[in-house]
């Protein structure tokens, strides 16, 4: 149960940066575009990818992902989901702003399953361990 209490402390943080990050943007007034407001979305997915694959990954689960599950053997677990969330915020930091804002919705939109998918299997797991 304390692991469970951590946990959904984690992910009340993260919405609350999400949500600060959300209204700065809003007070601020960024009238140009969204491209702020969607890639804080993909910022908040690519973490929550990050932290539901190191918690499966540490508790009986396996990558699906055939390059980096190379990488995971090559270098473990926690340098592979750094490295990778790290080269997805080089992306957003450096090439967001001239996407078209189209592309970067339906990126939103697309990324969202990755970790709706890792905390299905998340419930699955912990399914397995209560009995």
Same mark, same amino acid.
């Given at each position: 149960?304390?692991?469970? &209490?951590?946990? *959904?402390?984690?992910?009340?943080?993260?919405?609350?940066?999400?949500?600060? &990050?959300?209204?700065?943007?809003?007070?601020?007034?960024?009238?140009?575009?969204?491209?702020?407001?969607?890639?804080?979305? *993909?910022?908040?997915?690519?973490?929550?990818?990050?932290? &539901?694959?190191?918690?499966?990954? %540490?508790? !009986?689960? %396996?990558?699906?992902?055939?390059?980096? %599950?190379?990488?995971? $053997? %090559?270098? !473990?677990?926690?340098?592979?989901?750094?490295?990778?969330?790290?080269?997805?915020?080089?992306?957003? !930091?450096?090439?967001? $702003?001239?996407?078209?804002?189209?592309?970067?919705?339906?990126?939103?939109?697309?990324?969202?399953?990755?970790? *709706?998918?890792?905390?299905?299997?998340? $419930?699955?797991?912990?399914?397995?361990?209560?009995?």
């Amino acid at each position: 149960m304390k692991f469970v &209490t951590r946990y *959904i402390a984690v992910y009340v943080v993260m919405v609350a940066i999400f949500a600060a &990050t959300l209204s700065i943007v809003y007070f601020v007034g960024i009238s140009e575009s969204d491209w702020w407001i969607s890639g804080s979305c *993909i910022l908040f997915l690519i973490f929550l990818d990050h932290m &539901t694959t190191l918690w499966v990954l %540490r508790n !009986g689960g %396996r990558e699906s992902n055939p390059l980096a %599950r190379f990488v995971q $053997r %090559r270098y !473990g677990d926690t340098a592979t989901s750094l490295s990778m969330m790290a080269g997805s915020f080089a992306f957003v !930091g450096f090439f967001w $702003r001239i996407i078209p804002d189209e592309v970067c919705w339906a990126m939103v939109a697309a990324y969202t399953i990755v970790p *709706i998918n890792n905390l299905l299997v998340v $419930r699955k797991i912990w399914k397995r361990k209560e009995i």
